[in-house]
């Protein structure tokens, strides 16, 4: 009996990597470079710099500073805090609701809609400890109009 049950804990599933924590990767400094491809459009280089700092009650504060090629710079904050398990709590100034952040794996699921109806989705997946790759698809009445491929590099 001893052999099985020690066979057991030897085979039994090891987590490969632990749960990614989006409000400590983006306390601090980070920088993102992207390419953002528009449906109909070429493809348009992307820039978004990131200040997080800690607020009461563990909520996160993400002042991003973004430059897209072709537009002018612009301003967005996101507030963020944990409210159980695999599950955040969000709000993003240029969201019209509530954003959903849900823990899957190793990464990071977050979806929201927009001012002018466009539904976000994001996936965050850590490629190193200081180093997330985000995905996103942009639909517009369920037609996926934009991609976004981005390295985030944490700075601080």
Known sequence: MKAVIAALLVFAPVPA?????????????????????????????????????AEPGGTLLLEQHIQQQGKKARTRYWRMRKTGPHRFAGVLSDATGPVSVDVVGDSVRIRYTDKDHLSFEQWLRPEGPRLVRNQMRVKRFGLVVAHVDELIRKLD
């Open 17 to 53: 990597h632990a749960e990614f924590d989006p409000i400590a990767f983006f306390r601090g400094r980070t920088h993102g470079e992207a390419t953002i491809r528009i449906i109909f459009q070429s493809g348009k280089h992307l820039v978004v710099d990131s200040i997080g700092r």
